[in-house]
């Protein structure tokens, strides 16, 4: 086969060092965001309403963690990262001890700080949040971190990419029967856009995410006026449209640091929250991990390096760092929406990620902006999650390929880890089930309280519960070489000089050149 022939088996058309016209990668950057504005919405309204804040206040948070979003994607994206094209913002993995924090604050505690109640939990939670980060920053930048990769097969990042999607299922259909219809329009849309016309035009292969919310947020505006939607329906923008003639046009306090007051790093509640949140961390590390994988995976770029790896989870740190001093309520990690997205546009590129953060370090300040990009309908939004995390649990399918799967012994492996991440959350997160039991030691004294807190972080994630049964029985159990397993191929891929290989290839594309597929 020829190197031109060769050259057409690839199917990212912009890679990781591409550089598209700049007018086309802050369209094609604003499309990798649009992709996660569900789930950086829905934290500061989990978080805030847990809080009590008040709505001007609520509405602060929320373009604060946008503002933080983009300055610790560039962050990542420096050499002080990992520099693969993944954004960064809040994390779900938080939830748990920012909660736990939140029970501990007391009108009393409020009354003697001098400050509302809400305020106080804010402080708590930001200051806990700055404290914990150290650890990550020192795991990541020591290189810590970065020696988990020799205990790492694709038999394990496999299943654990593939649960990054599949762990988000209760969310997908639940939001699109908000209302059936804008929210199928908008999954055919995404479907024909991606997968039929991308075949027969340059804006329906580079803009289908773009172009699928489009369609949805126009229907959804469509039935609201003419009222077909009926007020209340959740595709109904009567009540988000008013938020945007009611928004600032500029606004510079997104970018103040500690807006809500300076944490009492004295306080005996702060630091017993500092232990349930490196709880959080832990489990954000793996997944972060798994991302690195996935999106290195589905850019067609090397698999990362131990050094990568280790640069990522330091930078990361350091973004909960900086979103603990912006206080956004929540720390920051790798997203995995923007990876499904890589895999639908067909674009990997850095600067596209880039330009993308850039405009998130504008909008939160440019008010009308951001409100009319809240103005999302959760239908829309949970049908694009439907077609992103369904790629992302195949993309960690497909590292399986380099695996003998005829071995009886790598397929017990593959299925109890799925099977272990998909059902042990279950019994240990009531937000799943009625009936789980969340693990509570706090009888036994603070050294069991924090145990039983990284515990409960831990085993209601499915991705850590995948990674950490799968981490183990691939290192003890009999039954396989290396190569059957996969590892020889990583060696292979996982090196400097295949990265410096690759970058030279992308380092001699044009500008705005794009590659055949």
Known sequence: MS?????????????????????????????????????????????????????????????????????????????????????????????????????????????????????????????????ASVVEIVLGYTGIMGQVRKIISPIVIGPTIAMIGLALFNIGAPWMAGNWIISLITLIALILYSQVFSHKSKVFMLFPVLLAIATGWLCALLGTVTGLIPDGNAANLG?????????????????????????????????????????????????????????????????????????????????????????????????????????????????????????????????????????????VVGAMFVGLFGMIASVGLSNLQIVNLNNSRNLFIIGISFFAGLSVPYHFNPMLSASAVPIDWSAGGPFFAVLGNISQAILTTGMAVTALLGIVLDNFLPGASRAERGLEVWENEASDEAWEEAEAKWAAMKEGEMRPV
């Not at 890679?15 to 598209?20: A, M, T, V």
């Not at 748990?96 to 400050?115: D, N």
Request: with cysteine; glycine share 14%; net charge positive.
């Open 239 to 379: 009540g988000k449209l008013d938020l945007i003639g009611s928004a600032a046009w500029l606004s510079f306090k997104p970018m103040m640091p500690f807006k809500w007051g300076f944490p009492n790093f004295g306080s005996s509640v702060l630091w017993a929250g500092v232990f349930g949140m490196l709880a959080g961390y832990l489990a954000s590390m793996i997944e972060s991990i798994g991302d690195y994988y996935a999106c290195a995976r589905i850019s067609e770029a090397p698999v990362p390096t131990g050094k990568m790896i280790s640069r990522g989870l330091g930078a990361e740190g350091l973004g909960c760092l900086i979103a603990g001093i912006l206080q956004t309520g929540n720390g920051t990690t790798t997203y995995s929406e923007n990876i499904g997205s890589i895999g639908l546009t067909k674009v990997a590129s850095r600067r596209v990620v880039r330009c993308g953060a850039a405009v998130m370090l504008f909008i939160p300040i440019i008010g009308k902006f951001g409100a009319v990009l809240a103005t999302l309908p959760q239908p």
């Open 3 to 131: 190197e031109e022939q060769a050259e057409h088996k690839h199917w990212i058309v912009y890679p990781l060092g591409s550089k598209p016209k700049w007018g086309l990668a802050i369209l094609l950057g604003i499309q990798q965001y649009l992709t996660m504005f569900g789930a950086t919405v829905l934290i500061p309204f989990i978080v805030g309403g847990a809080m009590g804040l008040p709505p001007d206040q609520l509405a602060l948070m929320i373009s604060t963690i946008f503002f933080t979003s983009g300055l610790c994607t560039l962050i990542q994206q420096s050499p002080l990262g990992n520099k693969l094209p993944v954004i960064q913002g809040g994390t779900f993995s938080f939830l748990g001890p920012t909660f736990a924090i939140l029970g501990l604050c007391t009108a009393e505690l409020a009354t003697e700080a001098g400050v509302p109640l809400w305020q106080l939990k804010i402080q708590m939670v930001s200051g806990a949040i700055m404290v």
